[in-house]
């Protein structure tokens, strides 16, 4: 089992930043990558960026990129969001995720995040 636990949301103005950390433990050797998600008020959910063990990057959504920049810390077993120039449509609750056997099988209780104009 794996267990993924968010922190670092917020309330901020347009135009300031945030970090998202996800805290991973258990057996998370099993994972093949981790993604970051979100879901704005009234949307699906959607994948924001993923990075897998071997530190590839996925493609980011196109609505953040250049804003947006995931990372890995194998050391402290957390992978990172740091969100730049928000913009109220990023509001929403963030979740990370875990994927194994091609299937995103492990969730975090998510992180909100509100971006005031």
């Known amino acids: 089992q794996v267990q993924l636990v968010e922190s670092g949301g917020g309330s901020v103005q347009a135009g300031e930043s945030l970090r998202l950390s996800c805290a991973a433990s258990g057996d998370i050797s099993r994972l093949q990558m981790v993604g970051w998600f979100r879901q704005g008020p009234g949307k699906p959910r959607e994948l924001i960026v993923a990075?897998?063990?071997?530190?590839?990057?996925?493609s980011y959504l196109d609505s953040v990129k250049g804003r947006f920049t995931i990372s890995r810390d194998d050391a402290k077993s957390t992978v990172a969001l740091q969100m730049n120039s928000l913009k109220p449509e990023d509001t929403g609750d963030y979740f990370c995720?875990?994927?194994?056997?091609?299937?995103?099988?492990?969730w975090g209780q998510g992180t909100q995040v509100t971006v005031s104009s």
């Open positions: 990075i897998t063990s071997g530190n590839r990057i996925t």
């Open positions: 995720s875990g994927r194994e056997s091609n299937s995103w099988a492990y």
